[in-house]
């Protein structure tokens, strides 16, 4: 069974653009949740999709959004780039919501914004 | 709000030496703690779940505990290789939220 996927794998950026992000769950898992990972904060969760719907939400601007597709395939978008926002982003899927769930990670993407 | 903890943030040792790795959070009613490994510049490997009625699980020379009431998991990893190195996460997912929240890893060095 193919694993989780996300693409693009590296992506470069300037201040004040937005970039889309997207990732592809394990098929049958329903639950898509991206996380942000800098050297200093560590891994801080960003959202929580599932059913097409956002259940849970991190403490993170509104400039970050994203939205889950019928198929599970999910897309993260952050407007007006700033620096800070370079970080490796992961997301997750799981069978279904909720905190029993087994998580398991794509590869990440690599943001970097000049 | 769940907080975790892992302590030492990076340790070495010599292949072929058992070693653990600790975790610790603040809230005892975690309902899944789950131990990942990251490569540099990877995404993470799930390696082990243990769920809130669980004390342990094994997988291959890997083992985890869990005792929620002093707030610890520990990581055992027998007969350690230099495949081994790499950064070692654990999350928790407690009473108040879906998400998991992650400790800082240990990154962990094994010397041939």
């Known amino acids: 069974k193919a694993g989780v996927t996300q693409t693009p794998r590296y992506l470069i950026k300037t201040r004040g653009q937005q970039v889309t992000l997207s990732c592809s769950p394990i098929s049958g898992h329903r639950s898509v949740s991206w996380y942000q990972q800098t050297p200093g904060q560590g891994l801080q969760f960003l959202f929580e999709?599932?059913?097409?719907?956002?259940?849970n939400k991190g403490n993170f601007p509104g400039r970050f959004s994203g939205r889950q597709f019928s198929n599970s395939r999910s897309e993260m978008n952050v407007s007006t780039l700033e620096l800070g926002d370079s970080a490796l982003y992961l997301c997750?899927?799981?069978?279904?919501?909720?905190?029993?769930?087994?998580?398991?990670f794509g590869p990440g993407t690599r943001l970097t914004v000049l | 709000k769940q907080e975790v903890t892992q302590i030492p943030a990076a340790l070495s040792v010599p292949e072929g030496e058992n070693l653990v790795l600790n975790c610790s959070f603040t809230?005892?009613?975690?309902?899944?703690l789950q131990w990942f490994r990251q490569d540099p510049g990877k995404g993470l490997t799930s390696l082990l779940l243990?769920?809130?009625?669980?004390r342990e699980q094994t997988s291959g020379r890997l083992n985890a505990s869990l005792d929620k009431s002093s707030g610890r998991s520990t990581l055992y990893i027998a007969a350690s290789q230099p495949g081994d190195s790499a950064t070692y996460l654990c999350?928790?997912?407690?009473?108040?939220?879906?998400?998991?929240?992650f400790g800082k890893g240990t990154k962990l060095s094994v010397i041939p």
């Open positions: 809230d005892s009613a975690i309902y899944n």
């Open positions: 999709y599932f059913s097409e719907t956002q259940r």
């Open positions: 999350a928790g997912a407690g009473a108040g939220s879906y998400q998991l929240t």
């Open positions: 997750a899927s799981s069978l279904t919501s909720g905190r029993y769930n087994e998580q398991f």
């Open positions: 243990i769920q809130s009625s669980q």
